[in-house]
C-alpha cells in the first residue's frame, strides 16, 4: 500500500459514484451513489494525513473526515425523509418522471 | 395698471387650466367661468390702453417692460428672458384681443347651446387667446416662438374641434403642417439673429437697426446700450459683405424670419390652409380671422420693422407678397359660393393689405407702418363681426351655401343690419366706416413713398372687396329665399348671439376716428427715430379713387345679384371662371406634388430603407437571439440527468481551464 493506491482506490470510488448518479433512475439509488463519491473524496482526506511527510501537522487530516461521516448521516437522514416526503405526495420516486425542473 | 399687466395674460390661462380640469362637465358654467376672466383681462387691457393714451407728451413712449426674468442663457453675453414688453402695438393688441375674446365667448355661449362637448370648447377658446397674449407681448424673439408655436397648437385643437369629422381632421392637420412648415424657416431665422448678431431681443434687434440706418442718413444722434451695441456693430460689420446667393447675412435672417409670418398669416401660396380651417366652430374662424391667428405674421415683421427695413429686399419681399396675396384672394372670393370661405378669401386679401402697407414703409416714411397697424385695427372688428353674422346664418338655416340662402332680411333683420354695416367697413364705403381710414391710408402711403404698383394694386383690391362683399350681402340676404323653407320657419336670433355682433357694430364704425385725431397711439414702435410722419396729401386723387371704386364695385354687385333673382341651376362653363372658382388649383397643385412626387421619390425609398434596413437589423438580431435562444431551450428540458451531466461537465472544464488536470 501506498498513496498511489489509496488514491487509485478513491478515483475508483468517486468514478462509481458518478456513473451510478447518472445511470440510476430511482432517488435512493441516486442517494448511494452520492454517499460512494462522498466516501471516496474521504479516503483521499484520510491517505494523505496519514502519507503525510515527517513533521507535518496530521491531526485535521485524521479528525476532519470523523466529523463529516457524522455530518452526512444527519443530512443523509434528511434527505431520505425528502423522499419520503415526496413519494407521499408524488407516489412516483423515479426521477425522470419528476421533471418539474423545467418550467 | 402698467405694472400688473401680466394679469391680463395669467386670467385667460386661469381659465383655461379652471375649465379644462374642473368644468369640462358643466358648458355653462365653463362658459360663464371663462366669459369672467376674459371680460377681467378685456377691462384691465382697456384700463391699460386709456393710461397709456392719457400719459405725457404726444411723442415715442419707451418701449415697458413690465417684468422680465432670465430663462437661460445660451452664452455669457446671450440670455433668453421671458417678460412682458409695451408699446403702441402690443397695447392696441391686447386691446383688440381681449375685446374680441369677451365678444366671441359671448356669441359662444348661444352657438354651442346645443353642443355636447361645449365644456370642452370654451377653455380651449381660452386657451387660444392666452397663447396669443403672451406672443403680443413677447420681449424676445424666443419667448415669441414659443406663443407662437402655442397658437398654432391650439388653432390645431380648434379648427379640429369636431373630430368626428373628417374634414375638420383634415383641416387642422393642414394648418398644423403648413404653419409649422414655414414655423422652421422662422426657428432658423431666430437662430440666425442670435448668433451673427447677438441678440433675441426685440429692444436690442430694433435699437441697433434704428441706430445703424440713422447713421446712414447722416444723423448720428443716438446713445446705445446693452445688446444694442452689439447688433449696431454686426450690423455695420456685415455692411457690404457678399453673403451668400447674393444676400447678405441679415437679409437671411429677416426673410426666414418672415417666412415664419408668411406661413401663419396664410399669404400666397402657403395660404391653403386658412380656407380649409373653416372647419371649425365659427366662433373659432371668427377669432381666428380677427384677433388671434393670421394677424400674427404681421404683428411679427412689424415688431421687427426697423430691423427688416435696414435689410436688403426684406422689405420689399414682404411688399411683393402682399401685394400678391391681396389680389389673388380677392379675385378667387368673387367666385366662391360657401358663405365661411368667401370671409375666409376676403381675410387673405385684407391681410395682403397690411402686408404690402408694411413693405412700403421705411425708416424715414413710416407711414404704411402705422396704416397697417391701423388696419389690423380696424380689421379686427369689422371681420369678427362679418364672421359672427355668417356663424348665425348657418345656424339659422343649417347651410354653408349662398346659393341656398337669400331674403333673409326679413327673417333676420338684427344680422341684416350689422352685417350690412360690417360690409360697408370692408368694401370701404367712405367716411362714416372704420374700413374707409384704414385702407385709403395704406393706399396713400404706398403712392406717396413711391410705390405706385401697389397703390394701384390696392386700388383695384379696394373695387374688388367692394363687389365680393356686395355679391356676399345681396345673395344672403336680398332676393328670395332658395333653400329648403323648413329652416327657414324656424330660423331665429339668439340673443347671446346678436348681442356681441351688436356691439362689434359699434368699433366697426368709430374705429377709424382715432385716425382723424392723428393720436400717437398708431404712430410706431421704432425707438428713438425719425418722428413718424403722415402721408403727404399731394396724391389727393387718391382718395375720390378709392370711393369711386368701392361705390363702383358695390353697384356692379347690385347689378348683377341684387336687383333681380340669381340661379345657380347651370354651373358657369367659362373656362377662366372655373379655373378661379377651384383656386386656381393650388390645392391640387400641393397634392400632386406631395402625393406624386415627395411621396413617390422621397417617402417611398425612405419607407424602403425603413423596412430592410433599419427594421432589418432589429429583425434579424431578434432572429439570432431567438435562435440561440432555441438550441438552449432544448437542455432545459427538467431531466435532473441531464442537469447533473452539464454541471459535472461545467466543472471539470473549470478545473481544465483552472489548470487543475
Request: charge should be negative; avoid cysteine; proline fraction near 0%.
Given at each position: 500500500m501506498n498513496l498511489t493506491a489509496c488514491l487509485s482506490l478513491s478515483a475508483i470510488l468517486f468514478s462509481f459514484g458518478i456513473f451510478g448518479l447518472m445511470t440510476r433512475r430511482k432517488i435512493i439509488a441516486m442517494l448511494l451513489a452520492i454517499e460512494l463519491m462522498l466516501n471516496a473524496a474521504l479516503i483521499n482526506c484520510v491517505a494523505f494525513a496519514y502519507y503525510a511527510p515527517a513533521g507535518a501537522d496530521t491531526d485535521v487530516g485524521s479528525i476532519l473526515p470523523i466529523f463529516i461521516v457524522a455530518i452526512t448521516s444527519a443530512e443523509m437522514a434528511v434527505a431520505l425523509a425528502v423522499i419520503v416526503a415526496m413519494y407521499r405526495k408524488r407516489k412516483v420516486i423515479d426521477i425522470e418522471r419528476l421533471e418539474d425542473l423545467h418550467d | 395698471m402698467i405694472e400688473s399687466s401680466w394679469m391680463i395674460l395669467l386670467l385667460p390661462f386661469i381659465s383655461f387650466i379652471g375649465g379644462i380640469l374642473f368644468l369640462h362637465k358643466q358648458p355653462k358654467l365653463a362658459a360663464g367661468f371663462s366669459i369672467l376672466c376674459n371680460g377681467a383681462a378685456m377691462v384691465m387691457a382697456l384700463i391699460l390702453a386709456v393710461g397709456f393714451l392719457s400719459s405725457d407728451d404726444t411723442g415715442y413712449h419707451a418701449l415697458a417692460h413690465t417684468w422680465s426674468y432670465d430663462w437661460f442663457a445660451i452664452t455669457d453675453t446671450l440670455t433668453v428672458s421671458i417678460g412682458a414688453l409695451l408699446d403702441p402695438i402690443s397695447i392696441m393688441m391686447l386691446v383688440v384681443i381681449t375685446v374680441i375674446s369677451t365678444l366671441v365667448h359671448t356669441y359662444s355661449i348661444g352657438y354651442m347651446?346645443?353642443?355636447?362637448?361645449a365644456g370642452r370648447f370654451f377653455p380651449l377658446l381660452s386657451f387660444f387667446v392666452f397663447s396669443m397674449l403672451g406672443l403680443v407681448i413677447a420681449p424676445t424673439l424666443v419667448q415669441m416662438f414659443v406663443f407662437w408655436e402655442l397658437v398654432g397648437v391650439s388653432s390645431y385643437m380648434l379648427i379640429g374641434f369636431w373630430y368626428h369629422k373628417p374634414s375638420a381632421v383634415a383641416a387642422s392637420k393642414k394648418a398644423f403642417i403648413i404653419t409649422r412648415f414655414a414655423d422652421a424657416f422662422f426657428l432658423t431665422g431666430i437662430i440666425l439673429m442670435a448668433t451673427q448678431f447677438g441678440s433675441i431681443g426685440f429692444d436690442a434687434i430694433n435699437q441697433g437697426a434704428t441706430a445703424f440706418s440713422s447713421m446712414n442718413t447722416a444723423n448720428p444722434s443716438f446713445s446705445l446700450e446693452g445688446g444694442a451695441v452689439q447688433v449696431f456693430t454686426a450690423l455695420a460689420a456685415q455692411e457690404g459683405s457678399a453673403g451668400f446667393l447674393g444676400l447678405n447675412l441679415l437679409s437671411w435672417a429677416t426673410i426666414l424670419i418672415f417666412i415664419g409670418g408668411w406661413g401663419k398669416s396664410a399669404m400666397f401660396p402657403l395660404h391653403v390652409w386658412l380656407p380649409d380651417a373653416m372647419e371649425g366652430p365659427t366662433p373659432v374662424s371668427s377669432i381666428i380671422h380677427s384677433a388671434t391667428m393670421v394677424v400674427a405674421g404681421i404683428y411679427l415683421t412689424a415688431r421687427l420693422f426697423p430691423v427688416f427695413a435696414v435689410a436688403e429686399y426684406t422689405l420689399s419681399v414682404v411688399e411683393f407678397t402682399g401685394a400678391i396675396t391681396a389680389l389673388f384672394a380677392a379675385i378667387i372670393a368673387c367666385t366662391q359660393r360657401d358663405i365661411k370661405r368667401i370671409l375666409a378669401f376676403s381675410t387673405l386679401s385684407q391681410l395682403g393689405y397690411m402686408m404690402f402697407s408694411l413693405g412700403v414703409a421705411d425708416m424715414e416714411h413710416t407711414a404704411g407702418f402705422t396704416a397697417s397697424m391701423f388696419h389690423v385695427f380696424t380689421h379686427a372688428f369689422f371681420k369678427c363681426l362679418l364672421f359672427l353674422s355668417a356663424g348665425l346664418i348657418i345656424h339659422s338655416v343649417h347651410s354653408n351655401d349662398i346659393a341656398l340662402m337669400g331674403g333673409l332680411r326679413k327673417k333676420l333683420k338684427g344680422t341684416y343690419f350689422v352685417t350690412l354695416l360690417a360690409v360697408c367697413a370692408i368694401a370701404g364705403v367712405p367716411f362714416l366706416f372704420s374700413g374707409f381710414w384704414s385702407k385709403e391710408e395704406i393706399i396713400m402711403a404706398a403712392w406717396s413713398n413711391g410705390h405706385q404698383c401697389s397703390a394701384i394694386i390696392g386700388l383695384l383690391v379696394g373695387g374688388l372687396t367692394a363687389f365680393y362683399m356686395g355679391r356676399y350681402f345681396f345673395l344672403i340676404f336680398h332676393g328670395e329665399y332658395r333653400g329648403d323653407a323648413h329652416h327657414l320657419e324656424h330660423a331665429h336670433e339668439n340673443k347671446f348671439m346678436l348681442f356681441p355682433m351688436v356691439l362689434l357694430a359699434i368699433p366697426t364704425i368709430i374705429?377709424?376716428?382715432p385716425m382723424l385725431t392723428g393720436h400717437t397711439f398708431f404712430n410706431t414702435v421704432i425707438p428713438q427715430a425719425t418722428l413718424p410722419t403722415h402721408p403727404d396729401?399731394?396724391?389727393?386723387w387718391i382718395m375720390p379713387v378709392a370711393i369711386a371704386m368701392a361705390i363702383g364695385g358695390l353697384l356692379v354687385a347690385w347689378l348683377k345679384y341684387g336687383r333681380r333673382a340669381v340661379s345657380f341651376d347651370t354651373p358657369s362653363t367659362n373656362i377662366v371662371y372655373r379655373c378661379i372658382s377651384n383656386k386656381f388649383y393650388i390645392d391640387e397643385c400641393y397634392i400632386f406634388v406631395t402625393k406624386k412626387i415627395i411621396f413617390r421619390c422621397v417617402a417611398a425609398p425612405m419607407k424602403l430603407c425603413d423596412d430592410y434596413i433599419v427594421d432589418g437589423i432589429i429583425h434579424s438580431s431578434a432572429a439570432i437571439m431567438r435562435g440561440c435562444a432555441a438550441v438552449i431551450r432544448h437542455w432545459q428540458n427538467g431531466q435532473t440527468h441531464v442537469y447533473l451531466g452539464l454541471m459535472i461537465i461545467g466543472l471539470a472544464l473549470l478545473a481544465w481551464f483552472g489548470g487543475a488536470l
Open positions: - | 347651446e346645443n353642443d355636447a362637448s374705429a377709424g376716428y396729401h399731394s396724391a389727393s
